[in-house]
């Protein structure tokens, strides 16, 4: 029913950026939460960022704050993560999620409807 596609994963050199893509197969993304997620093999998959269907209210993790930034473009149907000043801590598959529901809960992963593919990132030191 919902579709979602992450791309602009890759392999960065320390310090560099990444700018991420997440696109929506539906006009409903406009009323969507969205966020980002991440997962390296063998660990829990973690909350990175997310944002209200509105595009206005970020959340972060702590560990990204000042260096991530979520925007959502309601026009195009798609969700971004801005990552600068990396760090080959930040070396995971990224995943984009969609809540389509009433309450928002931002860093449960739960509590997400749909989820994308993933993209891979890569940090080099």
């Known amino acids: 029913q919902v579709q979602l596609a992450e791309s602009g994963g890759g392999l960065v050199q320390a310090g560099g950026s990444l700018r991420l893509s997440c696109a929506a197969s539906?006009?409903?993304?406009?009323?969507?939460?969205m966020g980002w997620f991440r997962q390296i093999p063998g660990k829990e998959r973690e909350f990175v960022a997310a944002?209200?269907?509105?595009?206005?209210?970020?959340y972060y993790a702590e560990s990204v704050k000042g260096r991530f930034t979520i925007s959502k473009d309601n026009n195009k149907n798609t969700v971004y993560l801005q990552m600068n000043s990396l760090k080959p801590e930040d070396t995971a598959v990224y995943y984009c999620a969609a809540e389509s529901g009433g309450a928002w809960q931002p860093q449960v992963e739960s509590a997400y409807d749909y989820w994308g593919q993933g993209t891979q990132v890569t940090v080099s030191s």
């Open positions: 539906t006009r409903t993304f406009t009323t969507y939460f």
């Open positions: 944002i209200d269907w509105r595009g206005r209210i970020p």
